[in-house]
Nanobody
Framework: QVQLVESGGGLVQPGGSLRLSCAAS????????MGWYRQVPGKGREYVAG???????LYANSVKGRFTTSRDNAKNTVYLQMNSLKPEDTALYYC?????????WGQGTQVTVSS
């Protein structure tokens, strides 16, 4: 059974930074691709960033150059470092794991960018 728990969200001023963490249970983390998504009320879930089991990364154009994702397989944790935050980054952020054709999702952590 895989469980994902996000943390690190909060209220930050425009231009500020936050680091989200996603801790995974189970033994398949190191073999799994991980992704970050976000959602605002009334809109669909948006892809933000992803990292493969080998460490290759991919970013949405809207966050490229500002966000960085990384992973620590020893800690079963993936991170999303968010810099130069903008009000439009306000959303509920989720992490997801893809493994053997299955997807697992966390409960999300709220990020609010406001002055």
């Amino acid at each position: 059974q895989v469980q994902l728990v996000e943390s690190g969200g909060g209220l930050v001023q425009p231009g500020g930074s936050l680091r989200l963490s996603c801790a995974a249970s189970g033994s398949i983390f190191s073999m799994s691709a991980m992704g970050w998504y976000r959602q605002v009320p009334g809109k669909g879930r948006e892809y933000v960033a992803g990292i493969s089991s080998g460490g290759s990364t991919l970013y949405a154009n809207s966050v490229k150059g500002r966000f960085t994702t990384s992973r620590d397989n020893a800690k079963n944790t993936v991170y999303l470092q968010m810099n130069s935050l903008k009000p439009e980054d306000t959303a509920l952020y989720y992490c997801a794991m893809s493994s053997s054709g299955r997807e697992y999702w966390g409960q999300g952590t709220q990020v609010t960018v406001s002055s």
